[in-house]
């Protein structure tokens, strides 16, 4: 069964600042990976998602991701935080079926911007 | 394109009663999921469906959760009767039907239990 680590419950990020959210996760198999952002109240908005390919990922709001299948991991990255990137960030893997993907998430990882 | 819409956005119930949720897809989603997001964990997937037949439902608490997709299009998930770990926000979710398709998220509905 697959499953997802996020090692970091929370990170506090000044503005302007750089920022690394960390994904582990486990699949007997090549993963879908997805990387979502929930704002407070909010669904789900997916940021970016990795199939196959080239290993680095370019999403939505300025996000990248890259995959390292030696490291099981898909770490996601923003060069530059502004205010309204603060959120709890989801990792989810999927797995391969006939009608959709079956995602399994990790636990999240809130994300406080200091002016 | 409108999204996908949940109600209600909240509802506050006692224990052992019962209540019922509404999700209305994007329009021409042939795949809807429920999940559960329990405050401070991420989503777990209850039940999918393709079209208005189950997928899976391998997580749905089946003594108590129910769900039915009856025309292929809107859905309902009931729960009778509530527990108080119950508990959570319910999120529907709809994707075309691929297996390399994204899923695009309602807002979802808070559920308090008493």
């Known amino acids: 069964a697959q499953s997802v680590t996020q090692p970091d419950i929370h990170i506090t990020v000044s503005e302007g600042a750089s920022l690394e959210l960390r994904c582990n996760y486990s699949?007997?198999?090549?993963?879908?990976l997805f990387w979502y952002v929930q704002s407070p109240g909010q669904g789900l908005q997916l940021l970016l998602k990795?199939?196959?390919?080239?290993?680095l990922v370019q999403g939505i709001k300025g996000f990248e991701a890259e995959f390292k299948r030696s490291q099981s991991s898909f770490n996601l990255r923003k060069p530059s935080v502004h205010w309204s990137d603060a959120a709890e960030y989801f990792c989810?893997?999927?797995?391969?079926?006939?009608?959709?993907?079956?995602?399994?998430f990790g636990g999240g990882t809130r994300v406080l911007v200091k002016p | 394109e409108a999204g996908v819409a949940q109600s209600p956005r909240y509802k506050i119930i006692e224990k052992r009663q019962s209540v019922a949720f509404w999700c209305n897809p994007i329009?021409?989603?042939?795949?809807l999921y429920w999940y559960q997001q329990i405050l401070g964990q991420g989503p777990k997937l209850l039940i999918q469906?393709?079209?208005?037949?189950?997928?899976?439902d391998s997580q749905l608490p089946k003594d108590r959760f129910s769900a039915e997709r009856l025309k292929g299009v809107d859905s309902t998930l009931k729960i009778q009767p509530a527990k108080l770990e119950d508990s959570a926000v319910y999120l529907c979710?709809?994707?075309?039907?691929?297996?390399?398709?994204?899923?695009?998220f309602g807002p979802g509905t808070r559920l308090t239990v008493l």
């Open positions: 979710a709809s994707s075309p039907g691929r297996d390399t398709d994204t899923q695009y």
């Open positions: 699949y007997g198999a090549t993963p879908y």
């Open positions: 990795y199939f196959s390919g080239d290993t």
């Open positions: 989810a893997v999927g797995a391969f079926k006939a009608a959709g993907n079956k995602l399994t």
């Open positions: 329009s021409g989603h042939a795949t």
């Open positions: 469906f393709q079209n208005n037949g189950v997928v899976d």
